[in-house]
């Protein structure tokens, strides 16, 4: 709501009280999105190495310090200088929210989640832009910094609710690497150029709006936020059943057209119908631009290895067939141990074959973090998608298959 209550305002005050053009309502709506480009690596970095938590509580209230100066910065410099604070709590705060969320999700859920974390993003777009009209109500800005400057303060009051889910080992204390994981290199960069069309049309629509003869800008980030969180909650399931990267493609593709349509139709329908298409962009690629990333860069760092024991046991005249923990003697290749036959029956040939098969993968993966064996075929890490979720299947021949439980999985989709 912060950022959506300043929207329509603010590129109306440059060009009112500080009588700016539009190369100035440019530089500072971009100088809000450059501190938080150039912050975020190292926020991410902070929050990898001393929680998360912190920075949800502290970067709301940098913002609100910043928006609440506002009044006082009665020339285009001192507002740019506002503006960069502002970007720099904003990085805090959205970095470290959509990484608890992530962090929350499993695997073939993140793209689901992260569109139904975004919902609320977009839910202050579509409200905050009407309401801050209704506020400003002519020329009342002091009146519109304060508004979004309670509402960032609101920010920090409900992150002390928020619990910072338990990392794993790998991903807390110190990291390697750059400050920029590779792996988000080219998402990210897709993600940008498709923003571009969007910090475009947050900074000029508000004035575009009263050039064609529209009394605000309200209702059209009405229609695309409406749109956005229409997406995000009916299909939020698109990035993870047609894949990230098709839907990130067709994403992109649409801002464009959205953009092309504003600028070829310069009317209030082209506005509109542009802003419909900029609406249904944003919805899909941003959410699978960042599960992307995020799925390739914990990929990456610490992939998993899934199997399946499908052996059964002529133990019990078949009964249990490949029950549950059936295949601890042979990963611990112990075929012989006290008890084992109890469970496994008579060790054959191709029994110890599978349990030396297995016990080498263990030790392999102990080792070395990869699973491998002599005459074990090649094991792909697990990844979600529908080229993905490689699984060993474990028996007298083992073989991957993917998805094999595939049916049985799709039932629960939409209940955990």
């Not at 502290?58 to 506002?70: E, N, Q, R, S």
């Not at 800008?217 to 993870?240: K, N, Q, W």
């Amino acid at each position: 709501m912060a950022v959506g209550v300043m929207i329509p305002a603010l590129p109306r005050y440059i060009k009112g009280p500080l009588d700016g053009g539009n190369a100035a309502v440019g530089l500072a709506v971009g100088a809000f999105a450059l501190a938080a480009v150039m912050t975020r690596p190292f926020v991410g970095r902070f929050g990898d190495r001393h929680g998360r938590r912190i920075l949800m509580l502290t970067g709301p209230i940098i913002v609100a310090g910043a928006v609440a100066l506002f009044p006082l910065a009665s020339s285009l410099p001192a507002l740019v200088v506002l503006r960069l604070v502002q970007g720099i709590g904003e990085a805090g705060f959205a970095v470290v929210a959509a990484t608890i969320i992530n962090d929350l999700a499993p695997p073939e859920r993140r793209g689901g989640a992260v569109s139904y974390f975004s919902v609320a993003l977009y839910l202050g777009l579509a409200l905050g832009p009407s309401l801050s009209e209704a506020v400003l109500a002519g020329h009342h800005y002091g009146r519109v910094w304060s508004t979004a400057a309670l509402f960032a303060v609101g920010a920090t009051v409900v992150s002390l609710f928020v619990r910072e889910p338990p990392r794993p080992r790998s991903e807390s204390g110190e990291t390697s690497g750059g400050l920029v994981h590779r792996a988000a290199v080219l998402p990210g960069t897709v993600l940008a150029l498709g923003l571009l069309g969007y910090a475009a049309f947050a900074a000029f629509v508000p004035l575009y709006a009263l050039d064609i003869g529209l009394s605000g800008s309200g209702l059209a980030f009405v229609v695309y936020a409406g749109i956005t969180l229409a997406v995000r909650i009916f299909g939020a399931r698109i990035p993870d059943r047609i894949g990230f990267v098709r839907c990130a493609t067709a994403g992109t593709t649409l801002v464009a057209v959205g953009m092309a349509l504003m600028a070829l139709v310069p009317n209030p329908a082209g506005m509109y119908l542009g802003t419909v298409a900029m609406g249904f962009g944003t919805s899909l690629n941003f959410p699978a631009l960042m599960s992307l990333s995020v799925a390739e860069a914990r990929g990456a760092a610490a992939p998993t290895f899934e199997y399946l024991f499908t052996w059964p046991t002529p133990a019990f005249g078949g009964a249990l067939k490949a029950c549950h923990a059936l295949e601890i003697p042979f990963v611990f290749n112990a075929l012989d141990a006290p008890g084992a036959s109890f469970f496994t029956g008579d060790a054959s040939p191709e029994m110890r074959g599978l349990a030396a098969t297995m016990h080498e993968a263990w030790a392999s993966f102990a080792r070395t973090g990869v699973p491998k064996a002599s005459g074990l075929p090649d094991w792909p890490a697990y990844t979600a998608g529908e080229s993905g979720r490689a699984t060993m299947i474990f028996d007298l021949e083992p073989r991957i298959e993917p998805d094999p439980a595939g049916a049985e999985r799709a039932l629960w989709d939409g209940v955990l």
